[in-house]
């Protein structure tokens, strides 16, 4: 059976700062609440704040959001 798991050094842990140049309408912060990080649609109204575990749950989030 062929291995299915992939190491960090092959796939570089997600930053905040990646989902920002790959979601720039979405500005993505951690405000130090128990590892939840967020993101809010810039210049939206009403508000739109998504939150994620991580930054990988986040982008899951936001993906889902924009369809």
Do not use: K, Q
Not at 3 to 10: N, R
Not at 23 to 38: Q, T
Not at 44 to 53: K, Y
């Amino acid at each position: 059976m062929p291995e299915t798991e992939t190491t960090s050094s092959e796939h570089p842990a997600l930053t905040l700062e990646d989902l920002g140049r790959e979601f720039p309408a979405w500005l993505c912060y951690a405000p130090g609440i128990n590892g939840v990080v967020f993101a809010r649609l810039r210049d939206h109204f009403p508000l739109m704040i998504l939150r994620g575990d991580d930054p990988v749950s986040l982008r899951d989030e936001i993906r889902r959001w924009t369809g």
